[in-house]
């Protein structure tokens, strides 16, 4: 695995990102809306057999809002078979995460390219419900609007 075969995959995506060698990621942003970055991603290889994609929504979660969050996202991740939401509580941030462990195995494009594609499309498919949740709206309601649960 090296950082050419994910810069290649990212720019196939249409996605120019950025190496951050001090955390060893890229970065890029994924999604804007009104010229403001809505939508970023990082993708990374951990303990040199581990492919990292996350997708972060750029709109900070009040602190008065975490607890509504949490719940959302638990609500969402019960039913996800890849990857899943997260939040940083000391950092007031919410990120879907996907993994692919390659131990032994030799990484393709069209495998880095699923896993970048789950955790942005992951994001995605709730990214509105999401953000009503983080400006005031009850947890329950949105996940029921998210996915159609009643």
Request: charged share 20%; net charge negative.
């Amino acid at each position: 695995m090296s950082a050419e075969q994910i810069d290649k995959v990212l720019r196939s995506l249409g996605v120019e990102a950025e190496l951050d060698t001090e955390f060893g990621q890229y970065r890029a942003i994924v999604a804007e809306h009104d010229g403001e970055p809505l939508l970023g991603c990082t993708v990374r290889v951990d303990d040199g057999h581990c492919l990292i994609a996350t997708a972060m929504i750029a709109q900070a979660v009040p602190d008065d809002r975490l607890p509504a969050v949490v719940e959302f996202i638990t609500r969402i991740n019960f039913s996800q078979t890849y990857g899943g939401f997260d939040v940083d509580i000391d950092e007031s941030f919410v990120q879907f995460r996907t993994g692919l462990d390659f131990t032994n195995e030799t990484l393709t494009d069209t495998l880095v390219r699923n896993t970048i594609l789950g955790a942005i499309n992951g994001m995605r498919g709730y990214l509105n419900s999401l953000v009503s949740v983080i400006e005031g709206d009850d947890a329950l309601t949105a996940w029921q609007t998210a996915t159609g649960n009643s």
